[in-house]
């Protein structure tokens, strides 16, 4: 039986103390005004042209916005009113161009940000509104192209006043500098999602292109049949109500760790669940098994996101870079510890499922410092299928019969989780999703 007490009497006590702190260190603008109706995201899209690399966001009615850039890493950061989000869950997770990919969301009650995060430095050369016409929604357009490390750097940075420099403005003006829109410092963080309250699932096979990590006795490649299994258990999951699937991986390609998390976080997953099979040298030895992050490396990627002055992300668009390191080492602290707590209740609840389908290695629950596991605000578990070393494993992963009993064994863990975390959430009147 899972033990639900350290999360269930944990969540509470963390957004007290979260608040707590954020109002220590002055980052709460004062009490929250009522909800109103928003304007709309309804799309979204890179282009890549010769000379320059054009982002395009449609939008429901024009709206006033400011355009500033940050370093460490290289970003365009795009402030406009609180939009409502429609876009799809993976929209961003590719980039094109000058960009690597984009995120986006609520930061405040008040007001959205989109964040381009950038392969080389740039330069905003145009950044305009297209209001609606002739059937075409408004459009808020952004043309980028490179520019020196130097001149980039010259220009960066946080704006000071907190006010927009940026208003709408006719397109052949290419916008305006002299109108500022008056806005608060960052609000007390909301939750972020896609906006339909659906539970939003990561799904990552390991490995795959140039890297095909473990090899079958009967040449059986890990890349492959983890693959075959993630999407089986992406059409398990769709077919039932309530969940949005993201694939990380959906071909023979190879996508690195860190991007991997990127990609989940981009998506805003409610949950991460990353799928592998494994070898060893004694072929005796089989049975699935079940990963969470351990103590160790959670506490070394704290210790590295307290330096970074990304460390924004990990709270829900709070920016940190500018307080006290003990101030963000111990709100990144929180968030960790509850995401590490909700990891664990998935992965006792998929142990039963797994062994019923497959058998358990001998301590089937364990934790390592895997680099998929490591996204500070996404509950995360890495499943080792079975051995392809081993004769029988390596025999049921290569069976599509199999692979499908694989899929419905997690996917009725999930509903478990999901259930589960509801009951929480419901408890302490709080929203399910971290995001």
């Given at each position: 039986?899972v033990?639900?007490s350290?999360?269930?009497?944990?969540?509470?006590?963390?957004?007290?103390?979260v608040?707590?702190?954020m109002?220590?260190?002055?980052l709460?603008?004062?009490?929250?005004?009522?909800?109103?109706?928003?304007?709309?995201?309804?799309?979204?899209?890179?282009?890549e042209?010769?000379?320059?690399?054009?982002?395009?966001?449609?939008?429901?009615?024009?709206?006033?916005?400011?355009?500033?850039?940050?370093?460490?890493?290289?970003?365009?950061?795009?402030?406009?009113?609180?939009?409502?989000?429609?876009l799809p869950?993976?929209?961003?997770?590719?980039?094109?161009?000058?960009?690597?990919?984009?995120?986006?969301g609520?930061?405040?009650r008040?007001?959205?940000?989109?964040?381009?995060?950038?392969i080389?430095?740039v330069?905003?050369?145009?950044?305009?509104?297209?209001?609606?016409?002739?059937?075409?929604?408004?459009?808020?357009?952004?043309?980028?192209?490179?520019?020196?490390?130097a001149?980039?750097?010259?220009?960066?940075?946080?704006?000071?006043?907190?006010?927009p420099?940026v208003?709408?403005?006719?397109?052949a003006?290419?916008?305006?500098?002299?109108?500022?829109?008056?806005?608060?410092?960052?609000?007390?963080?909301?939750?972020?999602?896609?906006?339909?309250?659906?539970?939003?699932i990561?799904?990552?096979?390991?490995?795959g292109?140039?890297?095909?990590?473990?090899?079958?006795?009967?040449?059986?490649?890990?890349?492959?049949?983890?693959?075959?299994?993630?999407?089986?258990?992406?059409d398990?999951?769709?077919?039932?109500?309530?969940?949005t699937?993201?694939?990380i991986?959906?071909?023979?390609?190879?996508?690195?760790?860190k991007?991997?998390?990127?990609?989940a976080?981009?998506a805003?997953?409610d949950?991460?669940?990353?799928?592998?099979?494994?070898?060893?040298?004694?072929?005796?030895?089989?049975?699935?098994?079940?990963?969470?992050?351990s103590?160790?490396a959670?506490?070394?990627?704290a210790?590295e996101?307290?330096?970074?002055?990304?460390a924004?992300?990990?709270?829900?668009?709070?920016?940190?870079s500018?307080?006290?390191?003990d101030?963000?080492?111990?709100?990144?602290?929180?968030?960790?510890?509850e995401?590490?707590?909700?990891?664990?209740?998935?992965?006792?609840?998929?142990?039963?499922?797994?062994?019923a389908?497959?058998g358990?290695?001998?301590q089937?629950?364990?934790?390592?410092?895997?680099?998929?596991?490591?996204?500070?605000?996404?509950?995360s578990?890495?499943?080792?299928l079975?051995?392809?070393?081993?004769?029988t494993?390596?025999?049921?992963?290569?069976?599509p019969?199999?692979?499908?009993?694989?899929?419905?064994?997690?996917?009725r863990?999930?509903?478990?989780?999901y259930?589960?975390?509801?009951?929480?959430?419901q408890?302490?009147?709080?929203?399910?999703?971290?995001?």
């Amino acid at each position: 039986m899972v033990e639900l007490s350290v999360t269930t009497e944990r969540r509470p006590m963390m957004r007290f103390l979260v608040r707590a702190l954020m109002a220590l260190a002055g980052l709460v603008a004062g009490a929250l005004g009522p909800a109103v109706a928003a304007p709309a995201a309804t799309g979204a899209r890179l282009g890549e042209h010769p000379e320059h690399t054009r982002f395009v966001l449609e939008l429901t009615e024009s709206v006033e916005y400011r355009v500033f850039t940050l370093a460490d890493p290289f970003r365009v950061v795009v402030e406009m009113p609180a939009l409502e989000w429609r876009l799809p869950a993976n929209a961003g997770v590719r980039g094109a161009g000058l960009v690597k990919s984009y995120r986006y969301g609520l930061f405040g009650r008040s007001r959205s940000r989109i964040v381009l995060n950038l392969i080389d430095p740039v330069r905003v050369q145009a950044d305009f509104i297209m209001p609606p016409e002739d059937g075409k929604p408004a459009r808020l357009v952004l043309d980028l192209v490179p520019t020196s490390e130097a001149e980039f750097r010259e220009s960066a940075g946080w704006p000071e006043d907190g006010a927009p420099q940026v208003a709408a403005a006719d397109p052949a003006s290419g916008g305006s500098d002299d109108v500022p829109v008056p806005v608060s410092k960052p609000d007390e963080a909301v939750p972020v999602g896609q906006g339909d309250g659906r539970f939003i699932i990561a799904l990552d096979a390991g490995h795959g292109g140039a890297d095909p990590g473990a090899t079958g006795t009967g040449g059986t490649l890990e890349k492959e049949v983890v693959l075959e299994t993630v999407i089986a258990l992406k059409d398990e999951l769709e077919r039932r109500r309530g969940y949005t699937v993201v694939l990380i991986r959906e071909d023979d390609s190879f996508i690195n760790k860190k991007d991997r998390v990127k990609a989940a976080r981009a998506a805003r997953a409610d949950l991460f669940i990353s799928i592998h099979a494994d070898t060893i040298s004694n072929s005796a030895i089989h049975g699935a098994s079940v990963y969470t992050l351990s103590e160790s490396a959670s506490d070394a990627e704290a210790a590295e996101l307290a330096e970074s002055e990304n460390a924004s992300d990990v709270i829900a668009g709070v920016d940190l870079s500018g307080e006290k390191d003990d101030v963000g080492s111990i709100l990144i602290d929180l968030a960790q510890r509850e995401t590490k707590n909700r990891s664990t209740v998935f992965a006792q609840l998929l142990l039963p499922e797994l062994d019923a389908q497959s058998g358990l290695l001998v301590q089937p629950l364990r934790s390592a410092g895997f680099r998929v596991l490591k996204a500070p605000d996404v509950p995360s578990v890495l499943i080792e299928l079975g051995f392809l070393s081993n004769a029988t494993d390596e025999a049921r992963l290569t069976d599509p019969e199999w692979r499908a009993g694989m899929a419905r064994a997690i996917a009725r863990s999930v509903d478990d989780y999901y259930a589960r975390m509801s009951s929480v959430a419901q408890s302490s009147g709080e929203a399910l999703s971290a995001h």
